[in-house]
């Protein structure tokens, strides 16, 4: 069965860097990409970019240009999501999600809650 | 950015009646060169990631219940419920996968009258 496993919660300070893993299991990893999308508390859904495992094509969220990189370890079936230069309003719930087209995902990982506090 | 726009925000219905939540994007979703609609919608329970339940706006995800449908096409879209039951107490998303960003809809909560 296809399963998408996050990394652990974290907690940054305002101007660190936070690094997320997914790793997959179930499926051909490179035959899909993977979008991420976060989620601040209490709050909607924002899609921050996605990644091709295929090739490592990336398209991002305009709003995030410039703080944001995704790659992929084909070795190891995973995806990372580095966020750089941390503000209070970037504490969300992130999500890696399996990419059956840009944007439009069938799996979902189970979620990383970062936390971004001084 | 193409902008989603549900309504209502909220609803309450009783269980076994009829639930429907409406999505407008600000820009037509529909490919012509396809005839599809790049438009999908989720469900999120509490402390649960999102669940695909329709995308081409109409189409139903395998395991899906058939009492959820999809319908709309271009800018005016609808996820109708038939018949509510406890367990689709959730926030439902639509979300356009037309053009980047993706975008979704504000969320309704639907809950139980």
């Known amino acids: 069965q296809v399963q998408l496993v996050q990394s652990g919660a974290e907690v940054k300070k305002p101007g660190a860097s936070v690094k997320v893993s997914c790793t997959a299991s179930?499926?051909?990893?490179?035959?899909?990409?993977i979008d991420w999308v976060r989620q601040a508390p209490g709050q909607g859904l924002e899609w921050m970019g996605w990644i091709s495992a295929y090739d490592g094509d990336t398209n991002y969220a305009q709003n995030l240009q410039g703080r944001v990189t995704m790659t992929t370890d084909t070795s190891t079936n995973t995806a990372y999501m580095e966020l750089r230069s941390l503000r209070s309003n970037d504490t969300a719930v992130y999500y890696c999600a399996r990419a059956i087209y840009l944007g439009l995902n069938d799996y979902w990982g189970q979620g990383t809650l970062v936390t971004v506090s001084s | 950015d193409i902008v989603m726009t549900q309504s209502p925000d909220s609803l309450a219905v009783s269980l076994g009646e009829r639930a429907t939540i409406n999505c407008k994007s600000s820009q037509s979703v529909l490919y012509s060169s396809n005839n599809k609609n790049y438009l999908a919608w989720y469900q999120q329970k509490p402390g649960q990631p999102p669940k695909l339940i329709i995308y081409?706006?109409?189409t139903r995800e395998s395991g899906v219940p058939d009492r959820f449908s999809g319908s709309g096409s271009g800018t005016d879209f609808t996820l109708t419920i038939s018949s509510l039951q406890a367990e689709d107490v959730a926030v439902y998303y639509c979300?356009?996968?037309?053009?980047?960003?993706?975008?979704f809809g504000q969320g309704t909560k639907v809950e139980i009258k």
């Open positions: 979300q356009q996968f037309y053009g980047t960003p993706r975008t």
């Open positions: 081409w706006a109409s």
């Open positions: 179930g499926y051909t990893f490179t035959s899909y990409g």
